[in-house]
């Protein structure tokens, strides 16, 4: 995998010593002063991976966790193995629903098969599933594109003006992202488009990550701080905020990565529509009340005390924020309520934030009476 390719963040290894059965990803960590491709050979290596957020974002967790039930049936394709591996990628990350639909639907194909049919079978369903991704934010793509073509003629010609949070682009899907899927498919067809980009702290995913993968695409686009945000709204700089999710409940409550809700506060009170774009693999059908269900990942305290940048002689180092004796809390993610939501950008279309839109939406995942 090369730069120039960059968009496939997660792909089989085509030369060396691995080629077709290693797992080459993007090094997100390395991301935005380095950019360097990791080859992951064990499933050990892929549950670091995500552990680590070498990877992120919900899609492409689940994901590269198939890919390390892949790696796990490399070495041995024993159930006991099967039932090992599941276990260990479950463990990496709690709140992103993707990470266990990913590995269900593994260990729902590969238990009931023979011994010697597993490894096969594995690698072609991780394979799959990252081509399923794709098209489904691709589609994303398509129905979120008709929100800025309605905004784009009301403005007669003038960007439309997105705000985003975190990074719920390509580099956290397979391809095409799900929040940036339609601002790229605007650009594609000369859509003028400018994108608030959230810096997004403690991690600042929005000023590594999303800022550089707009930069690669050449979309106009402008870092600020996550406080910023209301200010603009207030201003009229914001036309409609696009975010991802980690976790959609069935009645539409979403999980995304902490400051998201602040920023539906600030688009409910100054009139700005608040989307959330996602696939369907990451509405957790089981739950409804997102506040009450869904697990919020507590990361390291040093994501909140230390940042990385880069020195004026080009090295990249680390610096600690705050005063050494202060402690601190790194809560990962936040739930914003659905009636919060103006509408919730899926692979089938735009469905209301509620248990009866995503029902008219998904009519075979709702549950029944």
Request: net charge negative.
């Amino acid at each position: 995998m090369t730069k120039a390719d960059w968009r496939r963040t997660i792909r089989l290894a085509e030369s060396g010593e691995g080629a077709g059965w290693a797992v080459e990803i993007i090094d997100q960590t390395k991301l935005p002063f380095v950019f360097e491709i990791a080859t992951l050979t064990h499933m050990d290596e892929a549950a670091h991976a995500i552990s680590s957020m070498q990877v992120r974002g919900a899609p492409l967790i689940g994901v590269t966790a198939a890919y390390g039930m892949a790696l796990a049936m490399n070495r041995d394709s024993s159930g006991a193995a099967i039932e090992a591996a599941y276990d260990e990628l479950l463990s990496t990350r709690p709140t992103a629903v993707n990470l266990k639909w990913a590995l269900d639907r593994m260990k729902a194909a590969l238990l009931p098969i023979g011994h010697n049919a597993r490894r096969a079978e594995a690698y072609r369903l991780a394979g799959e599933m990252a081509e399923e991704d794709a098209a489904l934010c691709s589609a994303i793509g398509d129905h979120g594109l008709t929100l800025l073509q309605e905004i784009a003629a009301r403005k007669g010609g003038a960007p439309v003006q997105v705000l985003t949070h975190c990074n719920a682009g390509a580099l956290a899907t397979i391809d095409w992202g799900t929040a940036t899927a339609p601002i790229y498919k605007a650009q594609a067809m000369g859509l003028p488009v400018h994108v608030w980009v959230d810096e997004t702290r403690p991690r600042n995913q929005g000023a590594s990550l999303t800022a550089w993968e707009l930069g690669e695409h050449a979309v106009p686009h402008t870092v600020i701080a996550d406080n910023a945000g209301g200010h603009l709204m207030q201003h009229g700089q914001v036309d409609l905020c696009i975010v991802g999710s980690d976790r959609t409940t069935a009645a539409g409550d979403v999980c995304n990565k902490i400051g998201t809700y602040l920023k539906a506060l600030a688009a409910k009170d100054n009139d700005v529509p608040f989307y959330v774009a996602l696939p369907s693999s990451t509405i957790d059908w089981a739950i409804e009340d997102g506040l009450a269900d869904i697990p919020i990942e507590e990361r390291a305290a040093e994501e909140v005390s230390e940042m990385s940048g880069l020195t004026a002689d080009g090295a990249v180092t680390r610096v600690r924020v705050m005063p050494p004796a202060s402690p601190a809390a790194n809560p990962a993610f936040d739930v914003t309520p659905a009636r919060l939501v103006t509408g919730l950008i899926t692979e089938r279309g735009i469905a209301k934030a509620s248990k009866a839109g995503l029902a008219e939406v998904f009519p075979e995942k709702a549950k029944r009476p």
